[in-house]
């Protein structure tokens, strides 16, 4: 439990670094650092539900980020992406991009192609999962508004 | 506001939408309701990263279209933010076109974070992915260091407009390099941790995130183009790093 909330103040911190870097200003920074918190703690957590695949877990966290998302830019006034983007950031495939390219280099085909292809459905997971959240929130809005 | 300085805002604010890295649909959306909110008839946006091509009748005069291509682009959410709330008031309020300019205007002269701060934040950034991805306080420390020079060569290199390529060779480079050496060293006893930590600033994890979304919303030609970008930064990484690790591997590491 304490390497749980550990890694997730160690994203909390990393997301609110890379915010002062995507020129993020006042106190959005910490409302996009936190659902960088969200998102890896949802992540981590999400492990009991799913112990053999990373997938489905990716996938929950980002649903649960994007639902935050959306929350903090309807209070906040500032379009989704804001929070979106620095969320997203310690679950985007870097790790995933970076042992590709080492099997490339030590030559072992095969591995590399496992790795991209797992790297690629990361991405997709993410998404997928932004996509959905995104498109209910949408219905859910015209609904009320014709309404 | 006349055809020529409806088309002249509208093209303007969605260009710096591209630069500073909106997704293709708001940047389409922005200029298509900024047009339909001064009674734009036959809009027609088409937005890639590259380009942004706009056409509409007014009035019943001939159709007006203009062309933009865009040559830099990176991640600014501020100016976004920014550019959103503009957008969101021209539709609202229908400015005129002298004050939209002057909105424009204080957006340009409103800076951002100074360059010592990002160059912090940068190293910063790479120290804490580090932690999360199981490393120590040296390896942070030297993941901190790594990226803070690192931001420098970057600045530097974009300064005299080195291609995109080019730069993550030499960031990637610089990153395999520099944790083999503090490996070699002694200062760190795995180096996997720091060159995860420090590549995640180049990684193009959020354009490969953002390129699968475009695909998805039905943007196919921005999404493959964004896909290609990825790509294409990916092997420049792949590359760069390439180098060290294959000598290191021929000196017995």
Redesign the interface.
Known sequence: MDEIIY?SL??F??CI?????????GK?IFFAGFGGLIS?LIYLLAATLFPDSDIPRYFIATVVITIYSEVCARVL???V??FL??S???L????G??Q???Y??KGDTVQALRQCIF??GI??A???G??VVSSIVHLILRYNHIK | MTSTELIEVSMNIGQRLLQCGAETYRVEDAIFRICKSYDATEINVYAVPTTIITSFTRNNEAPITRVARIHKRSTNLGLLDQLNTLCRDICREKLDYASIKERLHLIDVHTGYPKIMLCLATGGGAAFFTFLFGGGVIEAICSLTTCVILWYMIEYMNHIRTNTLFINIVGGFWIASTALLCYKLGIIKVYENMVIGSIMILVPGLVLTNAIRDLIAGDIVAGITKFTEALLVAAGIAVGAAVPFSFAGLLGG
Do not use: D, E
């Open positions: 890694q160690m994203s911190f990393a670094c890379f915010a002062v870097v995507f020129q993020v200003k959005h890896w006034r500032s379009p992406t804001v983007a620095i997203l950031l310690p985007v495939p870097g790790n991009i970076y590709t390219m080492v490339c280099i790297t690629v991405a997709g993410l998404a997928i932004i996509v």
